[in-house]
């Protein structure tokens, strides 16, 4: 019974190092070298290899190496095999620190007094209490959950909208198409982390910044194509919008020439807000395949007509 491992192969070798030690018994490959291909059971991707029903004949799960699952093509992955997406504690705390620097970088004025230094300008701005700054996330997945429980605690009025209803302690939570208007009138700062669907591509457009109240920041930790970019530096030329943190884009990487780069109120990370931790993930890993093998329910597992 082997595993194949088919993604970064530098971290496909701290896996197979993990995996010797956790689960000897179970054959650990990294993708090219997949030996037999009749006896790989489980597949671990970020991008499937191409028409895996006929390559690979035996396989029982799929694994998304990564939380999003918008990347992988399905339509090659037969029906009955069930597709994993990574939720594990690696990247639960990385999103955690990325956003929550974020969200304390545009509530502490870092844009401004980052401007000021160009200046060489020694000025202080008052502070604005946590208590005044409206937080809120769009998706409240494993990931949007677990940010908003941390901002929390600074402080900060804290609400989530998802598509469908959620409760959770302390956060205002809204669902559905017809409460988002309401969700984001009371946002100062918005923070997208939904999957990237036919239903999310293009939502961060004109309209929706519109709603935001005057003057509002976003930080994009989603998907790129989430994000109209034109409608965003309209945005912020108009001033409707303050800032935006993007760790995403469209195209990825951005080219060189986009305006984006160079504007004074945007700050570009290249994609690293969080990224799956071999030591934590092989864990979560090998925990579904012993409930795969009990018949049990998976962690993570994707409703593929959803998607996600
Ligand atoms: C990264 O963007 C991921 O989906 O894990």
């Avoid at 989530?160 to 939570?173: A, K, M, V, Y």
């Avoid at 003057?215 to 034109?230: C, E, H, K």
Wanted: hydrophobic share 45%.
């Amino acid at each position: 019974m082997t595993f194949l491992y088919k993604a970064d192969p530098a971290r496909g070798e701290q896996w197979a190092r993990l995996f010797a030690q956790k689960a000897p018994d179970l054959e650990f490959r990294v993708w090219p070298d997949v030996g037999d291909p009749a006896a790989i059971r489980y597949l671990a991707a970020w991008q499937p290899p191409e028409d895996p029903a006929r390559t690979l004949p035996n396989l029982e799960v799929v694994f998304s190496v990564g939380a999003g699952i918008d990347q992988f093509d399905l339509s090659g992955v037969p029906a009955h095999v069930p597709v994993v997406r990574m939720i594990e504690p690696g990247i639960v705390e990385g999103m955690v620190e990325y956003v929550t620097q974020a969200v304390l970088t545009i509530h502490r004025d870092l844009f401004d007094y980052g401007l000021q230094q160009q200046e060489r300008q020694w000025r202080e701005m008052p502070v604005r209490a946590a208590a005044s700054r409206r937080v809120g996330v769009l998706g409240l997945g494993v990931l949007g959950t677990a940010v908003l429980e941390r901002l929390r605690l600074f402080g900060f009025p804290c609400a989530g909208w998802s598509r469908s209803p959620r409760t959770l302690d302390g956060i205002e939570c809204y669902a559905g198409t017809e409460s988002l208007d309401a969700f984001l009138a009371r946002t100062d700062v918005l923070i997208c982390l939904l999957p990237l669907t036919d239903a999310t591509r293009g939502l961060l457009n004109a309209k929706l910044f519109a709603a935001l109240p005057e003057g509002a920041s976003i930080v994009n930790v989603g998907r790129g194509p989430q994000l109209n970019q034109d409608d965003l530096l309209a945005a912020l030329a108009s001033g409707q919008l303050q800032n935006a943190i993007l760790d995403v884009t469209d195209p990825e990487p951005l080219p060189a020439s986009h305006p984006l780069w160079t504007h004074a109120r945007v700050r570009i990370t290249p994609h690293i807000a969080s990224a799956t931790r071999p030591d934590t993930a092989v864990d979560v890993v090998l925990d579904n395949i012993r409930r795969h093998r009990a018949g049990q329910p998976m962690i993570g597992q994707i409703d593929r007509s959803r998607g996600y």
